[in-house]
């Protein structure tokens, strides 16, 4: 299979020069985030006086919200990858380019990674002097947590970028919604432990469960939890197939069809 | 010899009969059009051509690749463009012809642009959004952008539509001496029989996805007994016989 890097940078070209050229969407990226860390900043300040668990940890609740942004950046900077070439109409050209599907796949993923770094990395930075909290201090684990969640998040973002190709642009919102139904189960603010045992093993099946638990390994025990990155690392790979795999299909399909020359607004 | 040959080519969507048993080939370094009212299947006998649909049976090979299984070795000497379908509007036309340069493999970009604005008169509008701009003007970034990587293979859906005769005659005119220079096989899809008449050495004509009539324009109009594409056209959507009066 080959794989042009000339082809895959002429893409994240095309996508860096919408960014370069619009602040208000910069802006956008880094809002939401900084937003919600914020918000569970001061929920975090709370608990902590308030709840002996949380008081163990400080921070635990920003850490948590900023983890999922990454993921949920992960998905959006995919899918958003996507949808823009469906709102401009660009796909027909792009489909009879020299673009092989899976390089499209593969720039979707780059600039996920540069919109993820843009959105949540100001929140990040903000939370050092607003809540005297940095992430940083998780040390290497952070770089494995966020790559896990990434991972993920992309996974999801193909998805919908397949459904969206299959059922039109009425499937848009799937990018933003699909992935809040995962975020119960993810156990983000909450060990897994304390969904109803007939749940939990479909937290477990989810990698993003795996993190958090590892993630609060670290933060109470001071531990890295070996075995559970490995397995959010062998769930990622099974997904991040899958979600490749259908969005491959769905390109098929599209061809079939002939969807690919009039999709659009 | 032949840039593209076709046989017994397919499409269904669902029971619908799209494209109906074709089979032709087009002479390198010809220009061909393919006529036929809404629905007589160009569109779809274009988008299969580009590999963008797949047909229900069939091949087509192109530039001497199957277009089914290798399309990939073809493509980077192809280039389409159609009214129909957009470059982002939000890049200016710089941008759009760098990032498309890109995907094609241009050798030299900045020097092939810089070629193409020249000629292209697309000077005063180089930097500005492709969103917008003008019908004329975007039928020029949309030439430019076809003619990035000198496909040998030209596939063009309804290039002058909504032009008006002014800029139309300059597009045809330009797309004419680029195949006198190059040698380039062009394939278009028209509704234009004044501009099929102008550009084309061959002509399909196309009725509920078969090929019922082909020749040159003057050979068909001799064979109809008619005085121009037009009446030709006329005669095959209608089904009347050759000669008779309408």
């Known amino acids: 299979m080959s794989l042009s890097s000339r082809r895959i940078q002429a893409m994240c070209l095309r996508h860096l020069y919408i960014l370069k050229g619009s602040w208000p969407r910069l802006l956008e990226m880094a809002y939401w985030p900084a937003v919600n860390m914020v918000v569970w900043g001061f929920t975090n300040r709370f608990f902590a006086e308030h709840s002996t668990w949380v008081a163990q940890a400080g921070g ?19 899918a958003l990858s996507f949808l823009e070439e469906m709102w401009s109409r660009n796909l027909g050209h792009l489909s009879v380019s020299p673009l092989r599907p899976h390089e499209l796949v593969v720039s979707m993923l780059t600039m996920s990674l540069i919109r993820t770094v843009i959105g949540v990395l100001p929140a990040a930075l903000l939370a050092i002097p607003l809540y005297h909290y940095s992430i940083f201090t998780l040390g290497l684990p952070l770089v494995a947590f966020w ?6 998040g992309w996974a999801m973002g193909l998805a919908v970028s397949a459904l969206v190709l299959r059922f039109g642009l009425g499937a848009e919102s799937l990018a933003w919604v699909l992935i809040f139904a995962m975020a119960p189960l993810a156990g983000i603010y909450y060990p897994i432990s304390t969904l109803p045992a007939w749940l939990q093993p479909v937290a477990w099946a989810l990698p993003p469960a795996h993190v958090f638990e590892g993630m609060r390994a670290v933060v109470f025990e001071g531990t890295m939890r070996l075995d ?23 390109w098929h399909g599209a061809r079939v069809r002939g969807a690919l020359l009039n999709v659009g607004e | 010899m032949s840039a593209i040959e076709v046989q017994a080519l397919f499409k269904s969507f669902g029971p619908i009969k799209a494209v109906d048993g074709l089979d032709f080939s087009i002479k390198a370094g010809s220009t061909t059009a393919l006529l036929g009212g809404n629905g007589a299947g160009k569109t779809t006998t274009l988008s299969m051509l580009l590999g963008l649909l797949l047909p229900t049976s069939g091949s087509i090979t192109v530039l001497g690749e199957d277009m089914v299984r290798h399309r990939y070795r073809v493509l980077p000497r192809m280039n389409f463009s159609s009214p129909y379908v957009d470059l982002p509007h939000r890049l200016s036309v710089r941008q759009n012809l760098k990032v498309y340069g890109g995907l094609y493999g241009v050798e030299r970009l900045a020097d092939r642009i810089a070629e193409l604005t020249a000629e292209l008169e697309l000077g005063e509008f180089i930097d500005r959004p492709a969103g917008k701009l003008s019908a004329g003007q975007k039928t020029r970034v949309a030439l430019a952008k076809a003619l990035l990587n000198k496909p040998d293979l030209l596939l063009l859906d309804e290039p002058t539509a909504s032009l008006d005769p002014d800029t139309a005659d300059w597009v045809r005119g330009w797309f004419h001496s680029y195949q006198r220079a190059t040698g380039a096989t062009i394939v278009l899809a028209s509704h ?15 009725k509920q996805g078969r090929i019922v009539d082909q020749g040159s324009p003057a050979d068909l109009i001799a064979r109809f007994g008619r005085a121009s594409m037009e009446e030709v056209f006329l005669d095959i959507a209608r089904d009347r016989r050759r000669g008779e009066e309408r």
């Open chain 1, 147 to 152: 790559f896990c969640l990434m991972v993920s």
């Open chain 1, 60 to 78: 635990i609740l920003i850490g948590a919200v900023l983890l999922w942004d990454v993921m949920f950046r992960g998905n959006l900077g995919v």
């Open chain 2, 192 to 206: 234009n029989m004044t501009e099929v008449e102008r550009m084309c050495d061959h002509v399909l004509m196309m």
């Open chain 1, 228 to 250: 559970l990155l490995a397995s959010a690392l062998a769930l990622n790979a099974v997904y991040l197939a899958l979600g490749a795999g259908l969005f491959l299909w769905a």
